[in-house]
């Protein structure tokens, strides 16, 4: 069992930063996938971003340039560095473990406002 507790949400104007923190605990150690996804009111939840053991990052065309996914194993925690932020990223962010995922966490709220 993993589990997983996001932090880091917030209210946040258009064009500003917030960053996104996801403790794991539990069995964290044996998932090389760790990743961030979202959902906005009315809509499915979608993918933003992923990393792979340390270096392998991935992300979603809409974030590409404006989000950075991390990871520190040594603290069982992947950071969301969120910048550029605009109105369509409010959403509710969970943090997931697996590829597919296989755990979730409750979610933060992030909401951007102009």
């Known amino acids: 069992q993993v589990q997983l507790v996001e932090s880091g949400g917030g209210l946040v104007q258009a064009g500003g930063s917030l960053r996104l923190s996801c403790a794991a605990s539990g069995s964290s150690a044996s998932i090389n996938a760790m990743g961030w996804y979202r959902q906005a009111p009315g809509k499915e939840r979608g993918w933003v971003a992923s990393?792979?053991?340390?270096?392998?990052?991935m992300y979603a065309d809409s974030v590409k340039g404006r989000f950075t996914i991390s990871r520190d194993n040594a603290k069982n925690t992947v950071d969301l560095q969120m910048t550029g932020l605009k109105l369509e990223d409010t959403a509710v962010y969970y943090c997931?473990?697996?590829?597919?995922?296989?755990?979730w966490g409750q979610g933060t709220q992030v909401t951007v406002s102009s």
């Open positions: 997931a473990a697996g590829w597919p995922p296989l755990y």
């Open positions: 990393i792979i053991r340390s270096d392998n990052k």
